[in-house]
């Protein structure tokens, strides 16, 4: 079993910034891949950004250039560095991993861009 905590949403104003960690914890033996999805309201929800075990990286094109993903490994812990967010940035970020195949989600972090 993993468990995942999301960390650093808030309130900020169009062209701030914001940055976002997430720690897994419990049972790792393996960690595939890490990465950041969201929800904005009435909307599916979609992938903002991942990275994997070989840090190869992946980014939703309405984020690239202005989101950076990384990883500090041997914490399993996965940052999203948000710069010049737009108030179609607003949503619900979650955590993903995927450790041994399985999927794990937090428990969600609000973002809220502010024009």
């Known amino acids: 079993q993993v468990q995942l905590m999301e960390s650093g949403g808030g309130l900020v104003q169009a062209g701030g910034s914001l940055r976002l960690s997430c720690a897994a914890s419990?049972?790792?033996?393996?960690?595939?891949?890490m990465g950041w999805y969201r929800q904005a309201p009435g909307k599916q929800r979609e992938l903002v950004a991942t990275?994997?075990?070989?840090?190869?990286?992946n980014y939703a094109d309405s984020v690239k250039g202005r989101f950076t993903i990384s990883r500090i490994y041997a914490k399993n812990t996965v940052y999203l560095q948000m710069n010049s967010l737009k108030p179609e940035d607003t949503a619900v970020y979650y955590c993903?991993?995927?450790?041994?195949?399985?999927?794990?989600w937090g428990q969600g972090t609000q973002v809220t861009v502010s024009s």
């Open positions: 990275i994997t075990s070989l840090s190869r990286t």
């Open positions: 993903w991993t995927a450790e041994r195949g399985n999927d794990y």
């Open positions: 419990g049972t790792i033996f393996s960690v595939d891949a």
